[in-house]
């Protein structure tokens, strides 16, 4: 009796399981392969937006302030450093020490510490027009690493140097690879286009141990000459990432080069470039900042970006007519242009100090081309992560 008054319960369960089963399994084949695999590719990130300031405009120590191009932080002191790109023209190539007050609810200050003046090879500040400064990355030996973006029209050729942190000099080239560089030897056009070389940069791979080798990577903020014959967008928008080896002896070494996929502009872009980049502390992980400037103002957006299963291009002569390549994967984590503030000129973009919950923040600064109508924006994010 109690069999038989169970086994319609029992049966109307087993119906409604089997049910629940199939919505389960309907739902699981209604996700796309690709969205599971983009899951599966990114970091779990995004991003708060906690406050601006703007840098009033001043001289520190006979030097106009301005120019602000990149950051990098350090850690030990919780002090930034801010890159000029000033080309010796108004004071000599320099870099400045900042502390940046930044709390739970934003950035309350920003004032200036010091000046350093870059010095090459025999000990000098570099004379007007013959460097570029663009990129500049804090190293685990103390020192930092500078990118000049190249200003061929100028004769201003790129490059990437080591400088000591307290006196600014030079403690290290960092060869390029001959295809960046103009061609002498022939007639054929190669390397930077003008004022478009390397403005990102980035030193991975921190340790404990001072000696132990490190990763740097760069990029060009737009394609190569020969990588762009027509000069349209969709070629402009294929860049050159380099990855090298900085080791304690001995020369950095390039180890890989990938193909960087930047956005297509918008309709009414004058400019547009890769302008900053921060490696992660998970190996093989970037954040990217992409700037444009059209007609409606400035624009920026913030990317997630992996090399997972990006093919070396260092073979590549060119990547014109090249259709089979694969890129670095990337993701967009925020579009500037919807926090509703007006944008500057966005180049620089650091890691900063942990705030109490623990997260990481995110600094940008913009770079005013000492220009009155322009200023020396600070952002300054949360980055959320669950990592």
Avoid: W
């Avoid at 570029?132 to 500078?146: A, N, Q, Y």
């Amino acid at each position: 009796m109690i069999d038989r008054l169970l086994k319609p319960i029992f049966t109307r369960l087993s119906v409604l399981v089997l049910s629940l089963c199939l919505m389960v399994m309907m739902s699981a084949c209604g996700t796309s392969p690709q969205v599971m695999a983009e899951q599966r590719m990114f970091l779990d990130l995004s991003l708060d937006y906690l406050g601006e300031y703007q840098l009033p405009k001043q001289t520190y120590q006979d030097t106009l302030v301005g120019g602000l191009s990149d950051l990098t932080y350090n850690p030990q002191t919780n002090r930034f450093y801010a890159v000029s790109d000033d080309r010796s023209v108004n004071a000599p190539a320099r870099f400045y020490t900042l502390n940046l007050n930044i709390t739970p609810a934003g950035l309350e200050g920003v004032t200036i510490e010091s000046v350093t003046f870059l010095k090459n090879e025999q000990g000098q500040t570099y004379p007007k027009d013959t460097i570029d400064p663009e990129g500049i990355s804090l190293s685990p030996r103390g020192t930092v690493f500078i990118s000049s973006e190249g200003a061929i029209a100028q004769g201003i050729l790129p490059f990437i140097k080591e400088y000591d942190l307290k006196s600014g000099q030079t403690r290290l080239n960092v060869p390029l690879p001959q295809r960046y560089l103009p061609n002498t030897e022939d007639e054929s056009l190669q390397g930077i286009q003008d004022n478009l070389g390397f403005e990102p940069l980035t030193v991975a791979g921190f340790s404990l141990i001072p000696d132990d080798p490190f990763r740097l990577f760069t990029a060009t903020e737009s394609a190569l000459i020969q990588d762009s014959p027509d000069n349209t967008p969709e070629e402009n928008s294929r860049l050159r990432f380099l990855h090298y080896v900085i080791n304690p002896f001995g020369a950095p070494v390039l180890v890989a080069e990938h193909l960087y996929p930047l956005d297509l502009p918008p309709d009414d872009a004058l400019y547009y470039g890769l302008t900053a980049m921060n490696a992660l502390e998970k190996e093989g992980y970037f954040l990217t900042l992409e700037r444009t400037l059209g007609l409606s103002g400035f624009g920026a957006k913030i990317f997630q970006v992996t090399n997972t299963n990006a093919n070396d291009t260092s073979n590549f002569k060119t990547f014109h007519g090249v259709d089979q390549i694969n890129p670095l994967q990337k993701k967009l984590l925020l579009d500037l242009t919807e926090l509703g503030i007006e944008l500057d000129n966005l180049e620089g973009m650091a890691l900063g100090p942990h705030l109490p919950d623990g997260s990481r923040t995110l600094v940008l600064v913009s770079d005013d081309n000492f220009r009155e109508e322009q200023v020396t924006q600070f952002l300054v994010f949360r980055l959320n992560s669950q990592v």
